[in-house]
């Protein structure tokens, strides 16, 4: 029983999430909670069990969302690269997402969740806690690479996985809109290579 009921409350959780990515990537701020629960199949209190609220459930949609994308990113980059081989092969990793079938939808769902953060203050500091928890696997996925004869520090890890997220989700975003159709995988690969300087990384 005991397990049939935790089996029931992820397909809940599972379900909710679903309903909120269609309807978040839809409507933006303008997406129901009662409408959220209707489409999982479930009731607005079903929500308030699971996720404490709206925000607390869409914080936990941008942990759900982005996770399996730094899952494919730790798989993808060996840790016997340097630092600058590292770079290039998330940057290629990056560019391929951009050519997934949904990767319209989710452009439309990245943009719906930043224009729910500027208008929700209480939401806005939790979704830039989630964004950078995923940034520091990034940082730690970097830290302790060879490069220029040492290793990444992890401060200089950090500062470039900062600017290596900026680069390469507007490079992205200028693929799924189609302005920036002539971004291939190795144009990708050397704008982020470029970003791997002294004034990047700073000290150590």
């Known amino acids: ?31 129901r909670l009662d409408e959220i629960a209707e489409r999982a199949g479930l ?17 936990a949609l ?5 996770a399996p994308h730094y899952d494919g990113l730790e798989q993808a980059v060996s840790p016997s ?4 081989e590292a770079v290039e092969v998330f940057a290629r ?23 729910l953060a500027l208008r929700d203050p209480e939401l806005r500091p ?17 830290s302790g690479r060879s490069h220029d004869g040492g290793t990444l520090t992890p401060r200089q890890a950090q500062r470039l996985a900062t600017a290596l997220r900026a ?9 799924i809109l189609g302005l920036a159709d002539a971004a291939s995988d190795d144009y990708f690969a050397a704008a ?8 990047v990384l700073g000290a150590p």
């Open 43 to 59: 009731t607005t209190g079903a929500v308030y069990s699971l996720f404490g609220s709206k925000n607390g459930l869409l914080i």
């Open 93 to 115: 990793h990056y560019r391929r997402t951009c050519d997934d079938p949904d990767a319209l939808r989710r452009l439309s769902f990245e943009i719906s969740l930043q224009d």
């Open 192 to 199: 982020a290579r470029a970003l791997v300087t002294p004034d």
């Open 62 to 66: 941008v942990t759900d969302y982005l």
């Open 1 to 31: 029983m005991r397990k049939t009921r935790a089996e029931a409350k992820d397909r809940n959780r599972q379900a909710l999430l679903e309903a909120a990515h269609r309807l978040v990537a839809r409507d933006g701020h303008r997406a």
């Open 81 to 84: 690269l340097g630092a600058i």
């Open 126 to 142: 939790k979704l830039a806690a989630s964004v950078r928890a995923h940034e520091e696997r990034l940082t730690g996925l970097l």
């Open 167 to 175: 680069l390469l989700v507007g490079l992205s975003q200028g693929v």
